[in-house]
């Protein structure tokens, strides 16, 4: 738990208001001054401080509403038309189902492997009884994994990576491992393809968010038997993939490369 707010419970809460063989749902009131609900209410819902505190059940916020303590009176200052009391009561409600718990995943991963087919030139390539071969391109075969990553919460008020947007195009530079799945990419092998997000509040405080990232992984095992990955070419004269260069003798990379932490 993380806050920067003083609260405390309301006395005869939290309360156990839903138990059913699917469902299992609390709701908490906090007391806390006025001036600071808002920031109470944006932390409640933050990655570290969404789950019901007081059991293993895997319960998560799912909504925070807040009124003015009963019998405050209002005050105002200034010019202004929005009234000030001097403690808030804060109601939290929490839940094993519902669009945010979303299966009770903070996240989900998809690995899906692919083959798709090249055109290469077919120069200097013979049939098996010595005559060349005519045509102009045959197909080869590239395999790797498309890799998606989608996230179900996030901390209100807390801004998106940027590099979630500001990365799409590039490659790992350095070694990328999946979350859960146990699989790690060498470095240049996978492609950021770039994120879809959105997010929405109700009325009644429901949050739903989701981002779906999406990358591609590529190995393009070079002639050492290492991953050369996304910046290798298929040479159909040597049979392998190579890293090309130009008339300098360097290597020339068509992906930058950026620090996946996703």
Same mark, same amino acid.
């Given at each position: 738990m993380s806050f920067t707010v003083a609260f405390s419970e309301?006395?005869?809460?939290?309360?156990?208001?839903?138990?059913?063989p699917d469902v299992i749902e609390f709701e908490r009131k906090l007391r806390c001054a006025w001036a600071s609900v808002d920031t109470l209410a944006n932390e409640l819902v933050a990655v570290a401080n969404y789950v019901y505190p007081y059991n293993n059940s895997?319960?998560?916020l799912e909504s925070v509403a807040y009124e003015p303590m009963a019998g405050a009176k209002a005050s105002y200052t200034g010019d202004t038309t929005k009234a000030s009391y001097e403690q !808030?009561?804060? $109601? =939290?409600?929490?839940?094993?189902?519902?669009?945010?718990?979303?299966n009770s995943h903070f996240y989900m991963e998809r690995l899906v492997p692919f083959l798709e087919f090249e055109a290469v030139p077919a120069g200097g390539l013979y049939w098996s009884d010595g005559r060349a071969i005519t045509i102009q391109h045959i197909p080869h075969?590239?395999?790797?994994?498309?890799?998606m990553l989608t996230y179900f919460r996030w901390p209100i008020g807390a801004g998106l990576p940027a !590099?979630?947007? $500001? =990365?799409?195009?590039?490659?790992?530079s350095g070694t990328m491992a999946t979350k859960v799945m146990g699989y790690t990419f060498p470095a240049e092998t996978v492609l950021y393809r770039g994120v879809t997000t959105t997010m929405s509040l109700s009325s009644s405080g429901a949050i739903e968010f989701r981002a779906?990232?999406?990358?591609?992984f590529s190995p393009r095992i070079g002639p050492g038997g290492s991953p050369l990955g996304w910046n290798a070419q298929w040479d159909a004269k040597r049979g392998g993939?190579?890293?090309?260069?130009?008339?300098?003798?360097?290597t020339v990379k068509q992906?930058?490369?950026?620090?996946?932490?996703?």
């Open positions: 309301v006395q005869g809460w939290p309360k156990l208001i839903r138990y059913t895997g319960a998560v !808030a009561i804060v $109601t =939290a409600r929490y839940s094993t189902g519902g669009p945010r718990h979303d075969p590239h395999v790797g994994m498309n890799y !590099a979630w947007f $500001t =990365a799409a195009g590039c490659l790992n779906d990232l999406t990358f591609t993939y190579y890293l090309v260069q130009n008339s300098a003798g360097t992906f930058a490369n950026a620090s996946f932490s996703f």
